[in-house]
């Protein structure tokens, strides 16, 4: 009872797409904040392997869902309620694989998976987590979209139109309910240093790319109260990608 009356203390995060290539840093960034976080993946057994290697994994508990399922993306929300009492943030790491192909030779069941992977999934995140945000009378939502949201390169015109909708949406939904409470920012980043991207890049644009603890830095202030003065904003993490 004990342990649980702590956890309802916390500040209470849902972290979408938990086993993302970004996970790991990030679960163990908010939870070196203090966070108690619901981590959603559709491979709860990879979660659950991690989850011994962080300290303060305890304040995770995992839920297995598939994003583009509003009901189950509305079960997430709840089991967070259930056993936390709150939501205070959400955010999600989950996205449809990357998609780099000139226009002319793309085909519209290439933009449907985009759609469907990228701005669905976090339509449904964001449409189940504001009800109860706005109940409790606050509530940061951070998007995240990449680079390509805001200036697409060569090959990226679908990839880049269904990032670029989720900044749009994310302005939406700062606007529609900044009397109310509620913080929405979307987080655009450009290169991140994961393990994949070091197999791809070359030593100067691997300098030039954020790291990853600089990504969940990121994520977490905008999660955090202290973003409250930033809403409805596209902020950009660029790093040393300075055109």
């Known amino acids: 009872m004990d342990k649980q009356r702590k956890l309802t203390e916390k500040r209470t995060a ?8 970004t ?24 979660l659950h392997a991690l989850l011994p290697q962080l300290p303060g994994s305890d304040a995770v508990q995992v839920v297995q869902a598939e994003l583009i399922d509003p009901a189950q993306v509305e079960r997430v929300v709840q089991t967070t309620l259930d056993r936390f009492g709150r939501v205070d943030a959400v955010t999600t790491l989950a996205q449809a694989g990357f998609l780099q192909k000139p226009f002319a ?19 449904n995140l964001c449409r189940a987590v504001l009800p109860p945000m706005l109940q409790q009378g606050a509530g940061h939502i951070v998007t995240v979209a990449g680079g390509s949201a805001l200036d697409p390169g060569y ?11 989720i900044v749009t949406m994310t302005k939406g939904i700062a606007r529609d309910y ?13 290169t991140i240093a994961t393990d994949e991207a070091r197999r791809y890049l070359d030593e100067e644009a691997l300098r030039a790319a ?15 109260a202290e973003s409250s003065g930033i809403n409805g904003t596209a902020v950009e993490l660029n790093a040393r990608e300075v055109n």
């Open 14 to 21: 849902i972290v979408a797409g938990a086993t993302a290539r």
């Open 23 to 46: 996970g790991e840093v990030v679960l163990r960034t908010f939870l070196g904040a203090g966070y108690a976080i619901t981590a959603t993946t559709r491979r709860p057994e990879r």
């Open 105 to 123: 030779e793309t085909q519209l069941d290439d933009l449907r998976r985009l759609i469907d992977g990228n701005l669905y999934t976090t339509y």
């Open 155 to 165: 090959g990226r015109s679908l990839f880049g139109a269904s990032k670029a909708a």
């Open 178 to 190: 900044k009397a109310q409470g509620i913080v929405a920012n979307c987080l655009v980043a450009g």
């Open 210 to 224: 954020a790291t990853m603890e600089e990504f969940a830095s990121a994520l977490l202030y905008l999660c955090s």
